[in-house]
T-cell receptor, first 112, second 114 residues
């Protein structure tokens, strides 16, 4: 909805450039991570996931990198397009809890 | 995602009223979830259910209750609504772990408590 994104960090990029969105996760026991995209007025949409036994996974125009040493996750979007403008959330899950814990989100703005 | 639907999409209610938000899914998933979203805070888990006989509290269950009427239906109730329950509410579903933990979200319900 339109209130999503208030007070969120914002990344502004030029159309065609690459975007990197970062996330610090909290639980060293988390073993599965997901990136979601949320457009205004819509629910979060799955983008890409990665398990803790991997450090990189690629999708179509997106790459997720995982650094377990510093508990850091990043989402790279290649050749950013206006349709990529949204709020992006990382989420983590721990095998023992089955609960998906969301980060607070980053707003991506793509300049034409 | 049309596979997960929520009703109503928007609701205005008064303090003290009881309201119910409904969620239906056609994905055939066993697991269903209710989240709330506040500006700048991401999504927080209210309740979750792994099947029709299973109900579990999430991070912020106080003031809420749920009912899993069938595999495809999971409703969230606010017994006595208060203004700080004004938020966006999302329902989600997922397959069991091992088959992919991706959660699929509904379009959300915007709730305003006056």
């Amino acid at each position: 909805g339109e209130n999503v994104g208030l007070h969120l960090p914002t990344l502004s990029v030029q159309e065609g450039d690459n975007s990197i969105i970062n996330c610090a996760y909290s639980n060293s026991a988390s073993d599965y991570f997901i990136w979601y995209k949320q457009e205004s007025g819509k629910g979060p949409q799955f983008i890409i996931d990665i398990r803790s036994n991997m450090d990189k996974r690629q999708g179509q125009r997106v790459t997720v990198l995982l650094n377990k040493t510093v508990k850091h996750l990043s989402l790279q979007i290649a050749a950013t397009q206006p349709g990529d403008s949204a709020v992006y959330f990382c989420a983590e899950i721990t095998d023992s809890s089955y609960k998906l814990i969301f980060g607070s989100g980053t707003r991506l703005l793509v300049r034409p | 995602d049309a596979d997960v639907t929520q009703t109503p999409r928007n609701r205005i209610t008064k303090t003290g009223k009881r309201i119910m938000l409904e969620c239906s899914q056609t994905k055939g998933h066993d697991r269903m979830y209710w989240y709330r979203q506040d500006p700048g805070l991401g999504l927080r888990l209210i309740y979750y259910s792994f099947d029709v006989k299973d109900i579990n509290k999430g991070e912020i269950s106080d003031g809420y209750s749920v009912s899993r009427q069938a595999q495809a239906k999971f409703s969230l109730s606010l017994e006595s609504a208060i203004p700080n329950q004004t938020a966006l509410y999302f329902c989600a579903t997922s397959t069991p772990r091992g088959a992919g933990e991706t959660q699929y979200f509904g379009p959300g319900t915007r709730l305003l408590v006056l």
